[in-house]
């Protein structure tokens, strides 16, 4: 297969020419893409409502089937100050809409909300986090929009439309909500639907901390509250089962939520990230019922037993050896965890060994992901940055509050800081993840609370690579909960997991040198699959056996 | 007989000087609390007597116990005038300038009553810092626990140090002792660039100074530059060999960059240097189990936990070898390790964990 040349591959051989470089092997190019003109509006206040540096969802999906990734923007809408109730953040004003851009296949972007029906976020609900999932098995990724007021599902009609199911299919939720995920806990072949909330808060009963600085307030004083699991049945309708599952047997200030199947066992678990406390992992006993069992597994606190300020969440293997490790992005001085999964069950807290004292100490992470972005075989870390007060500069000057993201290579294991390319500093919050522009090379879309979106398109190189697209027929449809392996790297289809964002659907495995390889499919069915021989360099669909 | 007593008293009562007899009627009222009355009494046996310095001094003494220290201060200083070696007066009156804010005036008299607890104040509210710290310290040492005692000490100590630094800075201001105390300045403002600054200059002067480098790899370490920490760190280790903080300091940069052997090489040396420091322990094993050794990591915690039993570093400690039991598969005594570090973390001063 010929393959283009890319500014990285000219990079690179003018390097070895002994030539001065023109400039640094950023990865990403920034780009502002024609069309994409989205701009976050959370209206911050001087009464430091917690919600307001929270919100900037994002999610890179293909609505309409076209092959291109689109992309889908939380608003969080106008707050007065002080909010009297009713409580409205003035949604139906454009400017506070959420919005839908179609990918042009110039790599442009068209603003579809209106005629995609979705510009009604309802008036009561301030934007955070957006789950993608196609619950409904009829190929096309719904909606589904996570508020602090009432959470939307819109149901993907395909025709270019979107249709509020929310009260149909109950899982409206309440409160305020964070970040979801779709997926299938009891391998019915139907998306399940898990939802974080952060805890329980009102603009009426808000507080202002920090004395004479005025700041937003530490988590914990508001109560904590419970997270919510609803299964499909499989008839466009949902139930709650947080109780009967042992979900809600817990409460937390949970923000991010990531998928994996940790223990091997055929079931998907659940990680939970908490803010100013233990983590959660819920083990899936495969009866319906969740077991939290963090503490005794080596994930609710730090090596010296500290808590977290639990913000995004990564459930993926980093070190190639099969297992799925867990990534939690938290406050400066606490260092990213990363909890190694060792096989029998429980973690170890590896932030240390694999480089992220250094990399993390002194930044606030919140929407991560774990991709392979040079085609290396090793899955690389970038994480979007900002600290949480807007006026932390004041407080401590060794601290900012708008940062750069974080891009990280791994080198067998170990992170190693790379440049990205972005040279502005930013209040990163949410961070979606995949192949933009389809050639091979993964791209990634940062939001910034109150501002711009950034698209950082992946310069690519010399690696070689496979996308694999999983089309479920006896697990769900878009075989989110597989387990897949190719050449040794392991993924766990997901679109879950980072802070409030949803990623492409697709598995991306950077392939290095390999110009074939093996692929190796373990479905929610229980199906597994063996795919040998498969050419580099190409997008894979993969259709799941009707028998094993 | 109660009769014949009583006579005699009324007797001998009546042989008193008038003012006199005012004098013992105020003592009394005064006893009983009844301050207004006291006041009274001295106050006629002033007029009766206006050369009677004990009365003044008495009246002197009731103002003060009514906190009225203003006109405590006149007639006190009548008593003084009439009996100059009278103690009690000079103590009062010295009170009573010392409340109304003329230290200086108050001096002698506290000198002259030997109040050395007042005069230390005095000399501290009058700037006379070095003599103030010298009386207070001896007050101190026959009053280690007092907390007021204490209190005025530290803050005349404090404003001591700060009055020399300054004359440091005001007369060598290119000093490297005196970039080292901006420095130190910058620092408590987290201010990390000119700290840095400072630190670099003072250095470039004085490269050889104990204690520079640890102050930077602080510095850094606060901001959490652990590489530039650890550097620092490892300079000072070879200006000061025999430094268990600067080899403690190693270790703990090392660790957070991920350098396990290495720290537990630092650290290691550190415990040699200064034994059983419950930080130095933990560290090790956290350093041991980072680095695969988990029988040393066990045997450091261990050690830890023989010397504390229930501070957050002891909890911490259960904590390591809850993971470690966990990895060597022997649930039931990673069972027992964690619960006793849930048991810690559920006491007042420790972060609760526990679930809810």
């Known amino acids: ?548 | 007989m109660i009769g014949v007593f009583l006579s005699v008293l009324l007797m001998l009562q009546a042989s008193e000087p008038p003012a006199l007899q005012h004098v013992h009627v105020g003592v009394g009222a005064e006893k009983s609390g009844h301050l207004d009355e006291a006041l009274a009494e001295f106050k006629k046996a002033t007029e009766l007597d206006p050369k009677l310095a004990v009365a003044f001094t008495d009246l002197g003494g009731v103002y003060i116990e009514k906190r009225d220290y203003a006109a405590a201060i006149t007639p006190l200083k009548r008593a003084v005038e009439l009996s100059p070696d009278l103690d009690a007066a000079h103590r009062l009156l010295g009170y009573a300038l010392l409340a109304q804010g003329y230290a200086t005036e108050a001096i002698p008299h506290l000198e002259k009553a030997h109040a050395e607890d007042a005069l230390g104040i005095a000399l501290l509210d009058a700037g006379k810092l070095p003599e103030a710290v010298a009386v207070l310290q001896k007050v101190l040492a026959q009053n280690p626990n007092d907390p007021e005692l204490l209190y005025y000490y530290g803050r005349a100590s404090g404003l001591l140090s700060k009055q020399v630094f300054d004359e440091l800075e005001a007369r060598f201001p290119d000093s490297a002792r005196a970039h080292e105390m901006m420095a130190q300045d910058y620092a408590v403002l987290r201010d990390v660039p000119n700290a840095e600054r400072e630190f670099l200059e003072a250095l470039r002067q004085r490269p050889q100074t104990s204690g520079l480098h640890l102050q930077l790899g602080e510095l850094y370490a606060r901001a959490q530059q652990w590489d530039k920490a650890e550097e620092q760190f490892q300079l000072e280790t070879g200006i000061q060999p025999g430094s268990a903080e600067a080899f403690y300091r190693l270790g703990e940069a090392q660790l957070q960059l991920g350098k396990f052997h290495e720290a537990l090489e630092a650290l290691v040396h550190s415990d040699h240097l200064r034994e059983d420091m419950p930080e130095t322990l933990y560290q090790l094993g956290k350093a041991a189990s980072m680095d695969g050794d988990d029988k040393m990591a066990q045997k450091y915690w261990q050690h830890l936990l023989s010397l504390e039993k229930d501070t957050p570093l002891a909890a911490q400690a259960h904590f390591g070898l809850s993971g470690i039991y966990r990895k060597l598969g022997e649930p039931a005594e990673a069972d027992r390790e964690m619960e006793e570090f849930r048991k810690l973390q559920s006491k007042p001063g420790h972060t609760d964990v526990s679930p809810n």
Request: net charge negative; aromatic share 10%.
């Open chain 1, 1 to 548: 297969m010929s393959r283009r040349i890319t500014r990285r591959d000219f990079l690179e051989a003018f390097a070895a020419m002994g030539l001065a470089l023109p400039g640094p092997l950023a990865l990403f190019d920034v780009k502002h893409p024609r069309g994409l003109d989205f701009n976050h509006v959370n209206s911050p206040t001087p009464q430091k409502y917690l919600i307001e540096t929270m919100g900037g969802g994002v999610a890179l999906f293909d609505y309409n089937n076209d092959g291109l990734l689109d992309i889908f923007l939380v608003n969080s809408g106008r707050l007065a100050n002080p909010m009297r109730a009713p409580e409205t953040f003035d949604r139906q004003n454009p400017r506070n809409w959420n919005r839908l851009y179609r990918q042009n296949p110039d790599g442009s972007f068209t603003d579809v909300t209106k005629e995609a029906g979705l510009a009604n976020a309802g008036d009561g609900n301030y934007g955070m986090g957006v789950a993608v999932g196609d619950y409904d098995n009829d190929g096309f990724p719904d909606l589904y929009i996570t508020n602090y007021g009432k959470n939307t599902l819109y149901h993907n009609n395909g025709d270019g439309t979107f249709t509020d199911v929310t009260a149909k299919a109950g899982v409206e939720a309440g409160g305020w909500s964070c970040s979801a995920g779709f997926f299938d806990y009891d391998n019915d072949g139907h998306l399940d639907l898990l939802v974080t909330r952060y805890m329980i808060w009102d603009t009426q009963h808000s507080k202002i901390c920090g004395g004479e600085w005025q700041t937003y307030c530490p988590p914990a004083e508001f109560p904590v509250t419970t997270n919510i699991l609803y299964r499909n049945r499989g008839d466009g309708t949902f139930e709650d089962v947080s109780r009967r599952s042992g979900i809600a047997s817990v409460t937390g200030r949970s923000l991010g939520v990531a998928f994996a199947d940790y223990d091997d066992d055929g079931f998907t678990d659940i990680f939970v990230s908490n803010d100013g406390m233990r983590q959660f992992l819920f083990h899936n006993n495969g009866d319906g019922t969740f077991t939290e069992c963090a503490l005794e597994a080596g994930t609710a606190l730090t090596a010296d037993g500290k808590p977290l300020s639990g913000m995004g969440a990564v459930f993926q293997d980093y070190d190639n050896d099969g297992r799925p490790d867990i990534l939690v992005t938290v406050l400066p001085r606490e260092v990213y965890a990363l909890f190694h999964n060792d096989g029998n069950g429980s973690f170890s807290y590896h932030s240390l060994q694999a480089g992220l004292g250094l990399l993390s100490a002194a930044s606030s992470g919140w929407g991560s992901g774990l991709e392979d972005f040079n085609n290396d075989g090793w899955k690389d870390l970038f994480v979007a940055q900002s600290h949480v007060l807007d006026n932390v500069e004041a407080i401590d000057p060794m601290l900012h509050y708008k940062q750069p993201p974080l891009m990280a290579l791994n080198h067998n294991g170990r992170f190693e800081r790379a440049d990205s390319g972005v040279t502005a500093a930013i209040a990163g919050r949410g961070a979606a993840f995949g192949d933009l522009n389809n050639d091979g090379w993964m791209d990634v879309v940062v939001t910034s609370l109150g501002g711009e979106p950034l698209m950082l398109l992946n310069h690519g190189g010399s690696g070689n690579w496979l996308s694999i697209s999983l089309r479920g027929t006896r697990s769900n449809r878009d075989g989110l909960g597989a387990s897949v392996q190719v050449n040794g790297q392991k993924r766990f289809a997901t679109t879950a997991g980072s802070y409030i964002s949803a990623s492409d659907k697709r598995l991306h495995f950077g392939l290095g040198t390999a110009e074939v390889a093996k692929v190796e499919i373990h479905w929610p069915s229980g199906i597994h699959q063996i795919l040998e021989g498969v050419k580099a360099n190409r997008l894979l669909e993969v259709r799941e056996p009707e028998k094993s």
